[in-house]
Nanobody, 124 residues
Framework: HVKVVESGGGWVQTGGSLRLSCTTP????????MAWFRQAPGKEREGISC????????DYANSVKGRFTISRDNRKDTLYLQMDSLKPEDTAVYYC?????????????????WGQGTQVTVSS
């Protein structure tokens, strides 16, 4: 059964914005450290941001720093990724991931539950 679900992908032009959402219907969201990953064609999966359940710690990959913002709304049990100033190189399948441990890791091997992915395409 599905434990993690992403949504919000789509097509935008360079410089545009999208907001991704993630829910965890099969998990207790409030005690799950959450992260966003992406995988472009022919490339390895990249951890781009994470948010701890335990504290307010967050982390970003340099490739998205200053343009993307991760946030979590524990009252709505929803994780968000606000993506601004999008570039063609941001084109990828974006995945939401969850783990029980509190550390804000961007390593894919640390995560136990994954969404199905949502496609983000940024055109020139």
């Amino acid at each position: 059964h599905v434990k993690v679900v992403e949504s919000g992908g789509g097509w935008v032009q360079t410089g545009g914005s999208l907001r991704l959402s993630c829910t965890t219907p099969g998990l207790i969201f409030g005690t799950m450290t959450m992260a966003w990953f992406r995988q472009a064609p022919g490339k390895e999966r990249e951890g781009i941001s994470c948010a701890s359940w335990f504290d307010d710690s967050i982390d970003y990959a340099n490739s998205v720093k200053g343009r993307f913002t991760i946030s979590r709304d524990n009252r709505k049990d929803t994780l968000y990724l606000q993506m601004d100033s999008l570039k063609p190189e941001d084109t990828a399948v974006y995945y939401c991931a969850a783990r029980r441990a509190s550390g804000c890791s961007r390593s894919q091997s640390d995560y136990t539950d994954w969404g199905q992915g949502t496609q983000v395409t940024v055109s020139s």
